[in-house]
């Protein structure tokens, strides 16, 4: 692979903090999850990085970053394996990731052949990811879709155009994405994605304080170039009645309820904190 296909800046960059999670939490014996292959992932760009003494530095960066993260946005990774599962199990055949970074549910979670997964991100991303993964001879458990496309342009044709249903049930995943893009583009995602949910379609929304983690989303700002901006909250403290009012029914779980079966004791949220979950109504 060629280096220049690292993301070594940028918001792709990003998905390699959280592969570089997925792995820490993959050689754990505790571990709530396993993903083989974003070892696969953090020393391909570990080497990219490596190549000059400004990315050795980033790297160190990177790593003492997705340190901090590490308990509560693991915990998230397990939390959203479940919701899939969920869905899977409850008759959903299409899944569909925004921003799905370095994820590989569709090959670690053993979902079946009937399932379509399609993953969305930046052409860059897939530049890095697809080669690792071809390299490493994995294989999809379930129909994988590739979808190059801009969340902020016009996804919803690349996603129709990889065989997306819009007259089928699909559960949509939000994982630390839209707070990646300014309001009014996160609004309008959540427009077309209602507009080509079918009934029964589900979808959950995070609600957190990330107050308290100021520093370390600052620091994160500044290593991948992103404009700090108020601008960018995703769908903001009203999305959930924003779902509301456009015909989902929306229902709030507490992420200590969530989580609590783990035996990790990190990031109890007080009541405030938690999933809404999101199911679209006929
Ligand atoms: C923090 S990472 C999370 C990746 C993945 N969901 C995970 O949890 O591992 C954010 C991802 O969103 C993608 N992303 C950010 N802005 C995007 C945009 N405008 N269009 C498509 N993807 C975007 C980035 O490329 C990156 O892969």
Do not use: H, I, V
């Given at each position: 692979m060629a280096e220049d296909q690292v993301p070594m800046a940028g918001v792709a960059m990003t998905a390699v903090g959280v592969a570089v999670i997925r792995a820490t939490e993959s050689?754990?014996?505790?571990?709530l999850y396993d993903d083989p292959l974003a070892r696969d992932f953090v020393a391909a760009a570990r080497l990219g990085f490596e190549g000059t003494e400004d990315g050795r530095a980033r790297w160190a960066r990177v790593e003492a970053l997705a340190a901090k993260f590490f308990d509560g946005r693991s915990l998230t990774v397990r939390v959203i394996d479940d919701e899939i599962a969920r869905a899977v199990d409850n008759g959903c055949s299409q899944l569909v990731l925004f921003?799905?970074?370095?994820?590989?549910r569709a090959y670690?979670?053993?979902?079946?052949?009937r399932v379509r997964l399609f993953e969305i991100d930046l052409p860059e991303l897939f530049a890095f990811k697809e080669p690792i993964l071809a390299a490493a001879g994995a294989t999809a458990t379930c129909a994988r879709q590739v979808v190059a496309a801009?969340?902020?342009?016009?996804?919803v044709s690349a996603l129709v155009a990889s065989g997306?249903?819009?007259?089928l049930p699909a559960h949509w995943v939000d994982e630390g994405v839209?707070?990646?893009?300014?309001h009014a583009d996160a609004l309008r995602l959540a427009e077309w994605m209602t507009e080509i949910s079918a009934p029964a379609s589900s979808f959950a929304l995070g609600r957190f304080d990330v107050a308290p983690q100021r520093e370390r989303y600052a620091e994160l700002g500044r290593l991948v170039g992103a404009t700090a901006s108020?601008?960018?909250?995703?769908?903001?403290?009203?999305g959930e009645r924003w779902l509301a009012e456009r015909g989902w029914r929306t229902r709030f779980h507490p992420w200590d309820d969530l989580v609590e079966?783990?035996?990790?004791?990190?990031?109890?949220?007080?009541?405030?904190?938690?999933l809404v979950r999101a199911v679209r109504l006929p």
């Open positions: 050689e754990r014996a505790d571990r921003g799905a970074g370095l994820d590989t670690r979670m053993a979902l079946p052949a801009d969340l902020r342009a016009d996804w997306y249903r819009a007259d839209l707070d990646y893009l300014p108020a601008d960018r909250r995703g769908l903001g403290p009203d079966s783990f035996g990790r004791p990190e990031m109890a949220g007080g009541s405030a904190a938690g």
